[in-house]
């Protein structure tokens, strides 16, 4: 079966940046499932696997703006401290969820604190870089009705 929309995808891979340093890996883990055509993974790595079997290994490289965007400076601000009430002690790389305007949830890295100011950054720490994949195709399966209704693959731990 060839990984199209709407299927269950299992895989094993290794992310690396520029430099070849990994940055993520599921090797020694669980493998990574998704539901293809679904967003659950970065848009240039599912366009390339489109189509890929059981057993297929591939290296894609995707860009900025096939993966997590690019850096936006608007993502970047500072904050009064008092907004981090019940935290005695902010740290640089310090990570909080916020919820955006329209209520949505996301995080935010403490880049640098001064005086009474914090400086957050909303950007994916991924964001602006490319992205090397190594890839292997595990397993492609039909997806079940509550998976397609949910728009991800259920799994240990699922609260659905």
Same mark, same amino acid.
């Not at 890839?135 to 609260?159: F, I, M, P, W």
């Given at each position: 079966?060839?990984? &199209? ?8 891979? #290794? /992310?690396?940046?520029?430099?070849? $340093? ?6 020694? &883990? ?9 967003? =659950?993974?970065?848009?240039?790595? *599912? ?17 900025? &703006? ?8 608007? /993502? ?8 981090? #009430?019940?935290? $005695? ?10 919820? =955006? ?21 909303? =950007?994916?720490? /991924? ?6 994949? *190594? ?12 998976? /397609? ?12």
């Amino acid at each position: 079966m060839k990984i &199209a929309n709407n299927l269950a995808v299992s895989i094993h891979y #290794t /992310l690396k940046n520029d430099a070849g $340093d990994v940055v993520d890996a599921s090797e020694g &883990a669980e493998p990574l499932v998704y539901l293809h055509g679904h967003q =659950n993974i970065v848009p240039g790595l *599912e366009n390339a696997l489109a189509g890929c079997e059981v057993g297929e290994a591939k290296k894609v490289s995707v860009s900025p &703006a096939e993966g997590y965007g690019e850096k936006n400076d608007e /993502l970047i601000q500072a904050v009064p401290r008092a907004m981090f #009430t019940g935290v $005695d002690k902010i740290e640089l790389g310090m990570e909080f969820q916020v919820q =955006n305007s329209e209520g949505q949830a996301h995080f935010v890295e403490v880049v640098d604190v001064t005086g009474e100011e914090v400086v957050i950054d909303g =950007n994916h720490g /991924l964001a602006g870089q490319n992205l090397h994949f *190594e890839v292997e195709v595990l397993e492609v399966r039909e997806a079940t009705k509550d998976e /397609l209704e949910h728009g991800h693959v259920h799994g240990a731990g699922c609260s659905h």
